[in-house]
């Protein structure tokens, strides 16, 4: 016999039947855990269905998505804003002598002028270099250049420079050129790559013979002094030993002003085994109204693309459709982020008023000479030209 009566008339698996009878109960138990369950789904009303297989997938897939938006728009909450600078007014204009701009300042005028070194990490920007370089060639003593064969994200790349130096002639007896070898480490933090970069550029800089009391300028090429801020540091004495130039922010063209708050330009007067260079904040001094930050402006969607992948923070191409070449020429005509991420900014005034598109500027006012003198070759910088060469 496989099962018995008890004295309640129920069922009990006997002993000899342990393994078939513990099937039975098992089956029971189970029924029985199914019942409880379609008595609990009973009692759930419509809206809490729509809650458990909706919102709640819906939300976990916004998170995703949208993820990075969210994390920006809480920035306040978990972040405080760095000190504030302390703004140095910039007195120009063209009829105004250099003694008196300088007494302007506060600063006394030096009987010559100390000489100055433009140094830079180079990629593939090669208009905005040609622009950079332009602009500051009547000031310049020596432009600094160094490339790499490797990009911060560890890619292999082109020698640029070296391929485009034909066009650069006008630099060549004041260039000093540097190459370094990149080491290719896939999935290593980009900064750590920047970083070795920069300390090359500091032995490049020896190699270019730089002195004390000469002027450096730190910055990415697409952050650009203008001309007269060179020319009043390099003629005024008693100015600071490392000063920021806050830089009219562009982005994609001189058509798209985002504000006026770049500052990770900086000018210092050499010191010998002190000076670092660097790309981040050094001194709490800034001169205000110094010229130009003109970031992802590119002649042909590919360097968009090259760009996006290569920079440090390429962590931001969260989607493979974030390269397509159509969606980056739509977001350039409109002045809207490559990557769909909400302002960078610490107050939730600072990031709603930044939401959304950037305004299109038509002034061509205060521009580099040198970008008006060519505004054919370089029209993709002015505004009114967003199309970009596809190749």
């Not at 490797?150 to 020698?159: D, L, R, V």
């Not at 066009?167 to 980009?190: A, D, M, Q, S």
């Not at 002190?274 to 130009?292: C, F, M, N, P, V």
């Amino acid at each position: 016999m496989w099962w018995m009566m008890n004295e309640g008339g129920g069922q009990y698996c006997s002993k000899k039947s342990d393994d078939i009878c513990g099937d039975i109960c098992g089956q029971e138990s189970s029924r029985l855990s199914m019942s409880r369950i379609r008595c609990i789904l009973r009692g759930i009303d419509l809206k809490t269905y729509i809650f458990m297989f909706v919102l709640i997938p819906t939300c976990i897939f916004g998170i995703y998505v949208h993820g990075q938006k969210i994390s920006y728009f809480l920035r306040p909450l978990w972040e405080t804003p760095p000190k504030p600078f302390h703004d140095i007014p910039h007195y120009y204009h063209e009829d105004v002598s250099m003694e008196k701009l300088c007494k302007l300042h506060g600063w006394g005028v030096r009987e010559f002028p100390r000489r100055v070194y433009d140094a830079v990490l180079f990629s593939n920007e090669v208009d905005i270099l040609t622009l950079r370089w332009q602009e500051l060639y009547p000031y310049v003593t020596q432009f600094v250049l160094l490339e790499s064969n490797s990009t911060f994200t560890g890619i292999p790349k082109p020698m640029v420079f070296a391929s485009n130096r034909d066009k650069f002639k006008f630099v060549e007896p004041r260039l000093t050129y540097g190459t370094i070898g990149g080491r290719f480490k896939k999935g290593e933090n980009p900064f750590v790559e920047e970083a070795l970069q920069r300390v090359a550029l500091d032995q490049l800089l020896k190699i270019a013979r730089i002195s004390d009391d000469d002027l450096l300028i730190m910055s990415d090429v697409d952050e650009i002094p203008s001309r007269h801020t060179i020319n009043l540091l390099r003629w005024c004495d008693d100015i600071p030993q490392v000063l920021h130039l806050r830089l009219k922010n562009y982005l994609y063209s001189f058509e798209f002003l985002v504000d006026n708050n770049s500052w990770r330009a900086s000018v210092h007067r050499y010191q010998t085994g002190k000076t670092r260079y660097a790309h981040y904040r050094q001194s709490d001094e800034i001169l205000a109204d110094a010229g130009w930050h003109c970031s992802f402006c590119f002649r042909r969607i590919s360097e968009f693309i090259f760009k996006m992948k290569a920079y440090s923070h390429n962590d931001r191409v969260r989607f493979s459709r974030f390269l397509n070449p159509k969606r980056i020429q739509r977001k350039i005509c409109k002045g809207a982020d490559l990557f769909d991420m909400l302002p960078e900014e610490y107050t939730f005034k600072e990031i709603i008023g930044k939401m959304g598109s950037i305004p299109h500027s038509y002034s061509a006012v205060h521009l580099p000479s040198f970008l008006l003198e060519n505004a054919d070759k370089y029209k993709f910088l002015l505004p009114g030209n967003c199309v970009r060469e596809r190749g």
